[in-house]
């Protein structure tokens, strides 16, 4: 089994939906990182969080500690929103990451 | 601009072949990371260095060497290219700061093919 589950690996919306993206991970953390990554390769960090809930501009990421889960919501969702999310944890003292298999998202216009 | 800079962007070798990956960050940053993306599967560390002079295996270390030349910089070297060897490379740097938003910073990627 993973250490860290993402669901749906598959998601296709419509623009101007609410998405919701789901992260579990099965062992302690010291950190979960959100990141996105476009078609063409690149990886850019989207959220670090060790408890409660960050948001930027039209994302929101929350975490529960207890329940060993994190969700990443986007708010009116848009074409350029199309990417793959991935859940990533850091456990311990150490700042290495495990990674989820990610979650492919398609806003369609 | 600040950021994680990694060459080359595309790399196609010959079975056997050597290449080195070269990886430079201008964040002050403490820790980097060699990470391999295959399809299907998550970003897997290869190599990570927790601070100028240490060098530690990751999770799939086995034809690969490293070396943290300085704080800034942090190469990754395949001595014998094998086609198990093809995937996409990422270089990543970070730093502990439970007050940042994020704490990460990756490199653009080097697609490596070994035929």
């Known amino acids: 089994k993973n250490e860290v589950e993402q669901s749906p690996q598959n998601l296709t919306a419509q623009e101007g939906e609410f998405i919701t993206i789901n992260c579990s991970y099965s062992?302690?953390?010291?950190?979960l990182h959100w990141l996105q990554q476009h078609p063409g390769g690149g990886i850019v960090s989207l959220f670090m969080?060790?408890?409660g809930k960050k948001k930027h501009g039209r994302l929101i990421a929350t975490i529960n500690i207890q329940e060993k889960h994190s969700s990443l919501h986007i708010t009116a969702s848009h074409p350029r929103d199309s990417a793959v999310y991935i859940c990533?944890?850091?456990?311990?003292?150490?700042?290495?990451?495990?990674f989820g298999k990610g979650t492919k998202l398609t806003v369609n216009p | 601009n600040a950021g994680v800079t990694q060459t080359p962007k595309f790399q196609v070798l010959k079975t056997g072949q050597s290449m080195t990956l070269q990886c430079a960050q201008d964040?002050?940053?403490?820790?980097m990371y060699w990470y391999r993306q295959d399809p299907g599967m998550g970003l897997r560390l290869i190599y990570y260095?927790?601070?100028?002079?240490?060098?530690d295996k990751g999770e799939v270390p086995n034809g690969y060497n490293v070396s943290r030349l300085n704080k800034r910089e942090f190469s990754l070297r395949l001595e014998s290219a094998a086609p198990s060897q093809t995937s996409v490379y990422f270089c990543?740097?970070?730093?502990?700061?439970?007050?940042?938003?994020?704490?990460?910073?990756f490199g653009s990627g080097t697609r490596l093919t070994v035929v």
């Open positions: 990543a740097s970070s730093i502990r700061s439970f007050t940042a938003n994020y704490g990460y910073t």
């Open positions: 062992v302690g953390i010291s950190a």
């Open positions: 969080l060790s408890s």
């Open positions: 990533a944890v850091s456990q311990g003292g150490s700042e290495k990451l495990v």
């Open positions: 964040m002050n940053h403490n820790s």
């Open positions: 260095s927790a601070s100028e002079g240490t060098t």
